[in-house]
């Protein structure tokens, strides 16, 4: 008997609700389980027309206290209750799935260990990239290979944003209020626009490809509320585009580095071409070189594609424990300053003179746009350690508009 209960009854929990009495028969016929069946919903409003209206509590205890419900879908979002209800329940033996990367971004490694105490499943494909599978692939098709890098556009709302900046010349404040209504941002948008949930997300795939639980105040993020028209114009002379990527890559002394941050994408790369609302991910490894994941990364129907698919996979694997682990963390011992990153760097200057930059930086190339303001210069940099290049820059005259990094996965 497999009887689910949906946490919260959002955008994500009214989807995945929708997708499951859309697909009722062929679900239940992929688990190889009649009954299976979604018992309760838990939200602490009303929805007194609703065609599931005889399945609402406010009240988790119905929910825990419940021996025929084996899964619970926490799609809530937030730390708190979400942790609370899900350890809970995993404490009672039942496995949980959730499309919350901050709960996973901050307590996985904490969650997964009880659920293999209490031999059940603690699964979270929903929480990154939205409908695009990554976290089985890399937990099961890629596992026999080292992991040495990966990025990816994780942020939905954020592409979406430099996408219509970028072809529309849509403002940026209008761009975030169309992703709002279409139901793309995050609660407090804030969270997409500063970089935080792809920081999350990348958090999550950190720690299960290196088995090291990363935490969010690990990793340096840097939003895209700083980048400007300029900007998105000056990497189109450039060749390229403007991407809110999150990466992961292994460095030569052993530590990780991963980072979330704005960056100048060629166009020869796949990551330039994702557009709207769309998220893409490419992972790289020594067996199989180069691998592209792409697809929906936010909405209420591709996220209950994700919930759903772990529900299943729950159904399935009843009485068994077989998600992946990685261990907690104590501190960031094993994650690498991104000041000693090797990068090239775009720079945009008012007022700075030609053989002062070329003095400092070497051999830049010179980025030329039509209608620049007077005195303006743009340009890239060679290749150079961050650290290094800080110092050079602030001794740079002229004031600096923006710099924003070429992308570099070595
Ligand atoms: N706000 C997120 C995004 C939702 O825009 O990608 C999906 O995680």
Not at 7 to 16: A, E
Not at 366 to 386: C, H, Q, R, S, W
Not at 389 to 396: N, T
């Amino acid at each position: 008997m497999a009887k689910a209960a949906v946490l919260g009854y959002g955008v994500v929990g009214s989807g995945t609700v929708e997708l499951f009495y859309k697909n009722a028969e062929a679900i239940r016929k992929r688990t190889g389980q009649k009954d299976l069946d979604i018992k309760y919903i838990l939200d602490i409003r009303e929805f007194p027309d609703s065609p599931y209206k005889d399945k609402f509590t406010k009240n988790f205890d119905d929910i825990l206290n419940d021996d025929e419900v084996s899964i619970v879908a926490e799609v809530m979002g937030g730390v708190h209750p979400a942790y609370d209800f899900v350890k809970a329940a995993l404490e009672k033996g039942k496995s949980c799935v959730t499309s919350n990367k901050e709960m996973v971004a901050q307590k996985g490694a904490e969650l997964l260990k009880i659920a293999k105490e209490h031999n059940c499943n603690f699964m979270f494909e929903a929480s990154t990239g939205g409908a695009i599978p990554i976290i089985r692939p890399l937990h099961q098709c890629l596992a026999a290979n080292d992991i040495t890098a990966v990025a990816g556009i994780l942020n939905g709302t954020t592409n979406f944003i430099l996408t219509k900046m970028f072809s529309e010349n849509m403002a940026f404040d209008d761009a975030l209020a169309l992703a709002q209504k279409l139901g793309y941002a995050e609660k407090n948008p804030a969270a997409d626009v500063e970089g935080l949930d792809a920081c999350r997300k990348i958090c999550i795939l950190s720690s299960l490809i290196y088995g090291k639980h990363v935490y969010p105040d690990y990793i340096h993020t840097e939003g895209i509320t700083a980048i400007t028209k300029a900007d998105v114009e000056y990497a189109e002379v450039w060749g390229g585009k403007v991407k809110l990527i999150g990466s992961v890559k292994k460095c030569a002394n052993g530590k990780i580095l991963p980072m979330v941050r704005p960056a100048f994408v060629c166009n020869d790369m796949q990551l330039s071409n994702i557009s709207d609302v769309f998220n893409g991910i490419t992972v790289y490894g020594d067996g199989f070189d180069e691998v592209m994941f792409y697809g929906r990364g936010a909405g209420k129907l591709p996220t209950a594609s994700a919930v759903l698919g772990d529900v299943i996979d729950c159904a399935r694997l009843s009485g068994t424990s077989v998600s992946q682990t990685w261990e907690d963390s104590e501190n960031a011992d094993f994650i690498e300053d991104y000041k000693n990153d090797t990068v090239a760097m775009y720079v945009r200057t008012s007022g700075a003179d030609k053989a002062q930059i070329e003095k400092l930086f070497g051999n830049v190339e010179y980025l030329v746009k039509d209608n620049a303001p007077e005195g303006e210069i743009a340009f890239i940099t060679p290749e150079l350690v961050e650290k290094d290049f800080d110092e050079k820059l602030s001794a740079l005259n002229g004031e600096v508009l923006g710099k924003i990094r070429v992308l570099n996965l070595r």
